[in-house]
């Protein structure tokens, strides 16, 4: 019999697994059912965009980049967008700005009710996970009706958006949402009051505010650890300064925060898209932007449904940029899983790994390989080697 | 009601052997049909378990390097021979049980049991690191679950004066509902055949988002499709146990279908209410209540009968 020669136990969560939808490597020290340690090992889903994106054209990138995240697209766009118009000297037309905050806050529904599904299935919960994502059908068929797509929206381009939103579309807007507000307040009476669900949630994963503060937590995992973080006002784009969302914040920091800060999260997202309905400004919907963009660079942050996404963008004058380096909201994120989790058990461990609502291949930058034990990061000299030799 | 069957018959096609199988698959059917329902769900088509057995039987089964091949053969065979014998002594289908002895009760009980005690087994058996723990958990479960099930059950067969279960059910049928003198014990034989039967949310030993299969998942092919047989001939008659025990005895095939029906309707409403309980959770509902009420149902029934 083969004999684990390791004295620790270690269960591996990953690359394939049940509990991840997508691939990621967590090894978890256990003693019993105790968990002592937990280390994280990601690029898996490494896809060379930053490095895709300089053999592009301007215009070219916003497809490639909407791509990075299913979930977030809008956000991707958004702040390519806002950083290349800087860049440019010319700014999109207000209804244009509208249109993105509509669709951005649309997103964030989409994508937080698609997390409590998520979430509840890692503890057990099947039956919330189906019901929160049979009413999530009603914000992608709204997304469908705008855009005609239900995930990437490829609502902006260079200067402004591609379609307008039309009155009868507005109507089924205010429809659509009211059924939603409705949905919200019981999805979010479920969350603090079922007794079963509380059980697996209440005081699980705890992150204090200085820990949070520490590690750099961005976005509602922040905001759950009471630490006011916000892109939409801290620093406002696309025309937040007018529709300032009321930040939420939670001072408990365990999962059952991240549950209701993300759930009244969205009675702000209504709020804001019915307050931007009723006063949509008659502009244009784009304004031109130069085929070359000038030299300089550009920083911008934009708040995506997990938080702080940022976005750094340099020209060299020509018709593709020099270099894009995006840093999604996940990665920031992810010491938090690794500082909480010990001390809890194994059960747990799905529960916090998705509390962050982690999106895999948008945090990989880098493949790591590991090799009789040793770690090895591969730097791009390295892997264009190995692709030549490869493939010889 | 009484039906003369040849030995060999009862034992391999009816009401045991064939038609037993047949029925436990039918009950996961309506089970998964049921929860999907509550779930909004579509669900599984009628013969969706059958098929998925027929095709596990079919497919090679690979034993890990590490696991002893003997016992990892083994298990899934007398884990089903386990419940089919079982199945024996209990009135299937509104019938009276093909077999009986003084004391068939704490043998069905035990052959029930062996079900999952070979699941423990099998898990410990594979090197496989989430076998290992969900053999833990397997194992765990069951010293947490057993001993209230079993002293709902006991009962029943205190009030009757006997421990076979064709007694019991004759009496029971003659007399009040157990369901309504003995409220507890009815209570905590449902949610120990959740326990016993691994559903949600009795399911750590199984999460999937945890421990992927937990003991079985190194399975493959027949001995998966051995167990997840056992399981289900297994959920068949700890349901007519029941019913027979609480819901006014099982005299009849009608009085067998709706009583099982009401039972596994109960059984998939409560399976889609919670979210999953952690072992520690599972263990501790169980002492600190499910044993201490029916230790105390037990006390009452003693004194007053």
Known sequence: MKKIND??????IGPQHPALKEPGHFEFTVDGEIVTSATARLGYAHRGIEKAVENHNWAQNLYI???????CSHTHATNYCLGVEKLAGVEAPARANAIRIILSEMERIHSHMLWWGVAAHEGGFDTLFMY????????????????????????????????????????????????????THRYLKIMTEDESFLR?????????????????AVGPTARASGVFRDVRIDSPYIGYENYPPQIITDTAGDLEARFTVRVRDLFESFRIIR????????????????????????????????????YYIESNGSDMPERIKVRTPTLPNWGSVLATSAGHKLADMPMILVGIDPCFSCNDRAVVTKENGVENTWQWKDLRQYGITYYK | MNLQIPPLVAVLIFPGGLTLIMAGLLYEWINRKLVAQYQNRVGPRWFQPLADVVKQLAKEEIAPEGADPFLFHLLPVVSLAAVMTAGLYVPMFGLLPISGFRGDLIAVLFLLSVVTMMLGLAGANTPNRFSLIGATRTLTQLFSYEAPFMLAMLGPAIMTGSWQIGEINQYIHLHPWMALLQPVGFVIAIIGLMGKLELPPFDAPEAETEIVSGALTEYSG???????????VEMAISVTLVAAFYLDGITTPLAFLWKSAVLLVLLSGLQSLFARLRIDQTV?????????????QLLVIVLVW
Request: charged share 25%.
């Open chain 1, 7 to 12: 004295e620790k136990f270690i269960v591996p």
């Open chain 1, 65 to 71: 980049l909407e791509r990075i995240c299913g979930i």
């Open chain 1, 132 to 183: 929160t994502w049979r009413d999530r059908e009603t914000v992608l068929n709204l997304l469908e009706e705008l855009s005609g797509n239900r995930v990437h929206y490829s609502a902006n381009v260079l200067g402004g958006v591609k379609f307008d939103i039309t009155q009868e579309q507005a109507e089924l807007m205010y429809t659509g949402l009211d059924y939603l507000e409705e949905r």
């Open chain 1, 200 to 216: 697996r949630t209440r005081g699980i994963g705890v992150m204090t505010r200085d820990q949070a503060k520490l590690l750099g």
């Open chain 1, 275 to 310: 307050a931007v309905l009723d006063n949509m400004p008659e502009t244009e919907l784009t304004v031109k932007v130069p085929r070359k963009i000038p030299a300089g660079n550009v920083i911008t942050r934009v708040e995506a449904p997990r938080g702080e996404c940022f």
């Open chain 2, 222 to 232: 027949r001995g998966l499709a051995l167990f997840h047989i056992a399981k289900n």
């Open chain 2, 284 to 296: 501790g509902l169980w002492w600190r209540l499910g044993t201490l009420l029916a230790l105390l």
